[in-house]
């Protein structure tokens, strides 16, 4: 059983930043690439970055210069660091791992997610 632990939402104000994370465990063998995707209340959810285990990076254009994704020492761990965040960046974030390989199946997992609001 694999399960991606996601932290880091929280409020803050425009312009300020947040840092998301995110660890997967479990008996994984590999994972093809691990990103985030957020979803805001009334739209459908889009991709705000990944990383592909070839170290490849794919932003939404709405994001790109603010927010940075990452890859962490630790084996299969994804960091959004979000700078000068605006109230259109609200939404709940959810880790993706794309992939993943395991002892018995092929399959794509997500988080349980973590709001992010952005309000003055």
Request: hydrophobic content about 30%; aromatic content about 8%.
């Amino acid at each position: 059983q694999v399960q991606l632990g996601e932290s880091g939402g929280g409020l803050v104000q425009p312009g300020e930043s947040l840092r998301l994370s995110c660890a997967a465990s479990g008996s994984i063998v590999s994972i093809n690439a691990m990103g985030w995707y957020r979803q805001a209340p009334g739209k459908e959810r889009e991709l705000v970055a990944v990383v592909t285990r070839g170290g490849s990076l794919n932003y939404a254009d709405s994001v790109k210069g603010r927010f940075t994704i990452s890859r962490g020492n630790a084996k299969n761990t994804v960091y959004l660091q979000m700078n000068s965040l605006k109230p259109e960046d609200t939404a709940v974030y959810y880790c993706n791992a794309d992939r993943v390989v395991t002892t018995t199946q092929i399959r794509d997992y997500w988080g349980q997610g973590t709001q992010v609001t952005v309000s003055s």
